[in-house]
């Protein structure tokens, strides 16, 4: 009886899955910066904002369920996703904390040691092992953004409490997403039609004292004009695809794996503000950019071979097995 070998390179899907991140996250980062600026529409309440994303989101989960396209067959306990949300929104709230308080380059810093901070919590919470390559790959990554995109840093005590809070939220979520799937054989959109109500719920009763407690403003104060109207509309639509890609990422691949990738947002957002908003880029900002993604290519390469080494390992055990099976009955008389 022979086995044979099945290799598995990266898939259609998957390219798309990835695709989809990096083109949705650009996009809303694009949105976000034209209605969110001064120099746009100022509209500054952050978590209002992140609160109208789930709210469409869940709304088209829920639609999506409603005519039987994603139908949801798994029941997962009240408690689990009441948990689930409450880390989600103290990773929002959090996030838009520090972001006020501290200065951009000590944010920038907070967002970077997610990468080293989902990987220690993964080998915590699941055992999961790195090898010497990815490890290798992974300060690439986080030393070449840091070159390339922090520049002032401040912090308080305030902001420093904001941002760890903000960083353990923001690892422990991602890493809850792949959980539940694997937990209870869910699909990425079911998970999502099953988490987002609640979210969006609880960001909709908080987000006017979060936003007033950090701006002093409300929504009933800002004065929408039609420009800011459709910004935030193409900012909640891309949003939806924020939300599924992050989740479909996240269930195909791994929390750690969508961390490092997932930096190639960043590089993407730097090199259109250079095309497009005649953002300057010092040589420092270059050398930083192609040594992050040389990180990357060397992650992805990294853990490929860990799966070829895993596979090449069970396809010989499964060998041996059939091997001892087949001799077996021939040498006992």
Known sequence: MEIKERKSPFTVCNVGAWSMTVVSSVGIIMANRQLMSPQGFAFDLATTLSSFHYSLTALVCLVSNAVGY????????????????????????AMNFSLILNSQGFFQISRLSMVPVVCVMEWILHGKQFSRGAKMAVVMVVVGVSISTVTDV???????????????????????????????????????????????????????????????????????????????????????????????????????????????????????????????????NFLGMAL?????????WAVEAEKEATNSKSLRNRKDKVSGEVMKPLTST
């Not at 067959?73 to 990773?91: D, K």
């Not at 992050?292 to 992805?300: D, P, S």
Request: proline share 2%; glycine share 4%; charged share 10%.
């Open 70 to 93: 994603s139908a949801s067959t798994r029941v997962i306990p009240l408690w689990e996703l009441i948990l689930f949300s409450v880390v989600a929104n103290a990773s929002i709230i």
């Open 154 to 284: 401040k912090v308080n005590a305030k902001g420093f409490l904001c941002a760890c809070v903000a960083v353990l939220c923001t690892s422990l979520h991602q890493i809850l997403i792949g959980s539940l799937q694997k937990k209870y054989s869910i699909g990425s959109f079911e998970l999502l039609t099953k988490t987002t109500p609640m979210q969006a719920l609880s960001l909709l009763f908080l987000s006017p004292f979060i936003d007033f407690y950090l701006t002093e403003k409300l929504l009933s104060n800002y004065k929408f004009s039609s420009g800011a109207f459709i910004f935030l509309l193409l900012s909640c639509s891309i949003a939806v695809f924020c939300k599924v890609s992050l989740y479909l990422c996240i269930g195909r691949f791994s929390a750690a794996s969508f961390q490092v990738l997932g930096h190639m947002k960043t590089i993407c957002v730097m090199t259109l503000a250079w095309l497009l908003f005649d953002s300057k880029l010092s040589l420092k």
């Open 292 to 300: 992050a993604a040389m990180g990357m290519l060397a992650y992805t």
